[in-house]
């Protein structure tokens, strides 16, 4: 015991209290990680194959993770902009995802139905706002307004690609190989900065421990995946046209993490919410599959 006590002693004179509460808060942060992973990759699995009602229970998980990510963003819009109620915004998060379900596989809306809803949807908005809006609030209208269209497209209509990959043949695969290849991505960017970057160019400041060697070997793991893929035929793709595929989900992933970073740093916060153990918020969850969602399902539909 009084072995322990002086390691103790002397690591909070080398390190300092602030050193010891930074290692401590690091330890919690790792095991709320990873008791996050451990419940809801299995979870994750278990919704993709669960064929119900067209991959029903994937799709509301999607559904309420669009809408709370929309609250979030609406969180963030306060410290720069005006912005609108929770309420309106976990609506205007889910509402594009479920339209897209509806639309896909319960009555076929066709798309320029879909596009009037939406359309709608903002104008008749924007119609009850400017009715009962105070006096005191005019000064705010314009930006409310664009925070509306803003929230509806990010994460809302960026979203319902993902839905729209549930409808494609081999739906549980893709979305495999979606998840693979956005979240390997991240980690393989670390690894690869981390062994071979330590000195490399640093492009953005925006996310200043990110290096141009940690991009590169992101995009090179999602090249690798899907040329992978290929090679086992789970996708209908060359080779060519697999590396064009896997150049664009990669650096998409990037950019996807990257402007969200954008946004917090823009509005002071560390993380978007703190649903997630360990994650932060469900915008922090999803933020690269709204870029690479749409892309995926344009690419292979």
Known sequence: MREIWNVLRIGRETLGDKGLFSIRSKKLTFIARLGTFLFFVPLVLLLIFLEFKSYLFINILIFMFSGIAA???????KFKSASVSSTLSFFLGIFPPILTYV??????????????????????????????????????????ATSIIFI????????SFVVAITTLPKAPILLLILFSMVS?????????GYFFGKNSYKPT??????TIMGFFGGILFSVI??????????INLTYGEAMVFGVLIGFFTIIGDLFESGLKRSAGVKDSGKIIPGRGGALDSIDSYLLTGPIFYLYLS
Not at 152 to 159: A, D, V
Not at 185 to 190: K, P, V
Request: no cysteine; hydrophobic share 55%.
């Open 71 to 77: 609250k979030e963003v609406n969180d963030l819009l």
């Open 225 to 234: 995946v899907v040329l992978i893929v290929v090679s086992l035929g789970l």
């Open 103 to 144: 639309h896909f596989n319960i009555l076929d809306l066709g798309i320029n139905i879909v596009f009037y809803l939406v359309i709608t949807l903002v104008f008749s908005n924007w119609i009850v706002n400017l009715v009962f809006i105070k006096e005191n609030e005019i000064v705010n209208f314009l930006s409310q």
């Open 152 to 159: 509806l497209i990010y994460p809302g209509i960026l979203m």
């Open 184 to 192: 390997g991505n991240d980690t393989f960017a670390y690894l690869f």
């Open 205 to 210: 400041i925006i996310s200043p421990n990110k």
